[in-house]
């Protein structure tokens, strides 16, 4: 089955530096790839996602890189602030069952 | 307004006393699945549902049973509560190749 990997487990950053999230999955027919904040004490929200035809997507200060190549899809949050704080999960979709997989999680932590 | 209602938010119960935790989705969603996580661990699959009457177990299935008899409710079933039950769960609910769309949440206490 997929395995996704998501490095680092937590991350520390100063308001207003830009926060980078890894995570690497295994089976080269996922082909759709969600990205979930989830406050504390709160149920886990998509904040962007991506699919395999594309290789970027911004909203805002969030954007999302894929390298299907590699198998490899990053977070990438730029002038972070307090409010950003939480744990990010990523996931995978693979193709043929439409399972999803989640990755272990990162706690993200916005120092004022 | 689309949503995943799951009931109760917080159950406290004892070893043994069979609970049930219910879910409704209203998007018409053929996917379903319930989460636990514990603190410090990430999301685990317990059960998973592809449609009606289709389940399958997830990462840690033991101990836990559901159901899917209509395609909008998906009842996670805890047939004798232990301790090592403790845990926040979400159940969930999808489309192919959409995003999961989550509950509010259970935090159950086995005492």
């Known amino acids: 089955g997929e395995n996704v990997e998501q490095h680092p487990s937590t991350l520390s950053v100063q308001e207003g530096d830009s926060a980078v999230i890894k995570c690497t999955y295994s089976d080269s027919a996922s082909n759709y790839f969600p990205w979930y904040k989830q406050e504390l004490g709160k149920r886990p929200q998509l904040i962007i996602d991506i699919r395999s035809n594309v290789g970027e997507k911004k909203d805002q200060r969030i954007a999302v890189t894929l390298n299907k190549t590699a198998k490899h899809f990053s977070l990438h949050i730029t002038e972070t602030q307090p409010e950003d704080s939480a744990v990010y999960f990523c996931a995978a979709v693979q193709g043929a069952g439409n399972m999803l997989t989640f990755g272990g999680g990162t706690r993200l932590m916005v120092k004022p | 307004e689309a949503q995943v209602t799951q009931n109760p938010r917080y159950l406290i119960t004892v070893t043994g006393k069979k609970l049930t935790v219910t879910c409704s989705q209203n998007?018409?969603?053929?996917?379903m699945s319930w989460y636990r996580q514990d603190p410090g661990l990430g999301l685990r699959q317990i059960y998973y549902?592809?449609?009606?009457?289709?389940?399958d177990k997830g990462d840690v299935p033991e101990g836990y049973k559901v159901s899917r008899k209509e395609k909008r409710n998906f009842p996670l079933i805890l047939e004798s509560p232990s301790p090592n039950q403790t845990s926040l769960y979400f159940c969930a609910s999808r489309e192919r190749n959409s995003p999961l769309h989550f509950g509010n949440g259970t935090r159950l206490t086995v005492t």
């Open positions: 998007m018409n969603h053929e996917y």
């Open positions: 549902s592809m449609n009606v009457e289709v389940t």
